[in-house]
């Protein structure tokens, strides 16, 4: 089953622009991390960002924000002044229920920025 | 080098062959994990070890699958009788302990004929 919804296949944003993207998990852990990764076109995956689940406070990276609601398991991530160089996929992690040594991904949303 | 390695970065198998995926993680990682990846969609996870136990495989989508990380390093991912649908990209990734950001690599791109 999946654990991680990302209901947003799509997004475009124009640049300098702000745009947010949704994120919803399900895992039943107390403590725990949340990640959000980056995937250009033809190039590996790197880390924007991550959350820990017993800090009430907001990750912040620059840019980008996430805005963490642990009750409602949301993790949506927020892109300030967007460049084009941010065009890419994005994916939601979270560790499965049950589990906090593997992560599950979501099926990811394609951002394009466009000037 | 400074981050995860994967070789080869590209194969093409005939159905039937078996074929060998390596991955070197960052030196002094504990953790390593393999995903699947098709084409527009996540990845998906296939197994992971702490050192050179393998402690999750529940991903592995059948017995031709086999990963191993004899000395807590170097893992390979093995898939025997290679079959069209095994083709995609497959990720190695390695964490400095379990729960940990994962750090991947470039990735293998299979493709069964």
């Known amino acids: 089953a999946q654990t991680v919804t990302q209901s947003q296949p799509e997004m475009s944003v124009q640049e300098a622009e702000t745009v947010t993207l949704s994120c919803t998990y399900d895992t039943s852990e107390n403590n725990y991390y949340l990640f959000w990764y980056k995937q250009p076109p033809s190039r590996q995956m790197i880390l924007v960002i991550r959350?820990?689940?017993?800090?009430?406070q907001n990750a912040t990276e620059n840019r980008f924000s996430v805005n963490f609601q642990k009750a409602a398991k949301s993790f949506s991530l927020k892109i300030s002044d967007s460049q084009l160089g941010d065009t890419a996929m994005y994916f939601c992690?979270?560790?499965?229920?049950?589990?906090?040594?593997?992560?599950?991904f979501g099926t990811g949303t394609r951002l394009q920025v466009f000037p | 080098g400074a981050g995860v390695s994967q070789s080869p970065r590209y194969k093409v198998a005939k159905r039937g062959q078996d074929v060998a995926l390596r991955c070197d993680p960052i030196?002094?990682?504990?953790?390593l994990f393999w995903y699947q990846q098709a084409l527009g969609q996540g990845p998906e996870f296939l197994t992971y070890?702490?050192?050179?136990?393998?402690?999750?495989k529940s991903g592995l989508p059948s017995d031709r699958f086999f990963a191993e990380r004899p000395e807590g390093s170097v893992s390979t991912l093995k898939i025997q009788r290679t079959q069209q649908e095994d083709s995609a990209v497959y990720l190695c990734?390695?964490?400095?302990?379990?729960?940990?950001?994962?750090?991947f690599g470039p990735g293998t791109r299979l493709t069964v004929l």
């Open positions: 990734a390695s964490s400095r302990r379990i729960g940990n950001e994962q750090f």
């Open positions: 992690a979270s560790p499965p229920p049950g589990n906090t040594d593997k992560l599950i």
């Open positions: 030196s002094g990682h504990v953790s």
């Open positions: 959350q820990e689940a017993y800090k009430q």
């Open positions: 070890f702490q050192n050179e136990a393998q402690l999750d």
